[in-house]
């Protein structure tokens, strides 16, 4: 199984982003998605997740109205466009594919990805 994470970069404050992750080698219509970010000295917080369908999903409180993460399942590619960006975004952002569900807090995250840099700047 391969999670491949891209889309980070260099972006200022109040700027955009959509990350990409292109999945392979697992049946990607039947994992829920998920987006985490860790930065630098800090642990690996969640971000957003999708179900094995499109929909619903979950967000964490410091990005929702601001971040909206979907997917494609003909491409295997889960994405989160990222706006209103502020320097506290700024992390290596990985994706995930788990089995369960994340709305009743069952889901286990079985693989992931390598990361994508995003920057914020001031």
């Known amino acids: 199984v391969q999670l491949q994470a891209c889309g980070g970069g260099l972006v200022q404050v109040g700027g955009s982003l959509r990350l990409s992750c292109a999945a392979s080698?697992?049946?990607?219509?039947?994992?829920?998605m998920g987006w985490f970010r860790q930065a630098p000295g800090k642990e690996r917080d969640f971000v957003a997740a999708?179900?094995?369908?499109?929909?619903?999903?979950s967000y964490a409180d410091s990005v929702k109205g601001r971040f909206t993460i979907s997917r494609d399942n003909a491409k295997n590619t889960v994405y989160v466009e990222m706006n209103s960006l502020k320097a506290e975004d700024t992390a290596a952002y990985y994706c995930?594919?788990?089995?369960?569900?994340?709305?009743?807090?069952?889901?286990?995250?079985?693989?992931w990805g390598q990361g994508t840099l995003v920057t914020v700047s001031s």
């Open positions: 080698g697992l049946t990607f219509s039947s994992y829920a």
């Open positions: 995930a594919a788990g089995r369960g569900s994340f709305l009743l807090g069952t889901i286990k995250w079985d693989y």
């Open positions: 999708i179900n094995w369908r499109d929909g619903p999903t």
